[in-house]
Nanobody
Framework: QVQLVESGGGLVQAGGSLRLSCAAS??????MGWLRQAPGKEREFVAS????????DYADSVKGRFTISRDNAKNTVYLQMNSLKPEDTAVYYC?????????????WGQGTQVTVSS
């Protein structure tokens, strides 16, 4: 079992920055990441990182602006979001893959709202 607790969301102006945190408990996951969903839109992949090696992957829409990282000692993953745009507005979910199967996000956090004003 894995429990994910997110924090760090909020309201920022366009061009600003936020750092999201996700504290994980339970067994170590193979991979952790972030998904987001805006009202009326499909769920969208944002970024992911392997727990042991730290290999990262990003959606094209956030490359160069967002950075995913992890602190193994704290069992915490972060998403540093810079140069935020209004289109980044969404609920951001921390997700975990405990199976090792690509794209199999079997654990989700509660979500944290990110709102970027123009």
């Amino acid at each position: 079992q894995v429990q994910l607790v997110e924090s760090g969301g909020g309201l920022v102006q366009a061009g600003g920055s936020l750092r999201l945190s996700c504290a994980a408990s339970g067994r170590t996951s193979y991979r952790m990441g972030w998904l987001r969903q805006a009202p009326g839109k499909e769920r969208e992949f944002v970024a992911s990182i392997s727990w042991r090696g730290g290999w990262t992957d990003y959606a094209d829409s956030v490359k160069g602006r967002f950075t995913i990282s992890r602190d193994n000692a704290k069992n915490t993953v972060y998403l540093q979001m810079n140069s935020l745009k209004p289109e980044d507005t969404a609920v951001y979910y921390c997700v975990s893959d405990s199976t090792g199967e690509l794209g199999m996000w079997d654990y989700w956090g509660q979500g944290t709202q990110v709102t970027v004003s123009s």
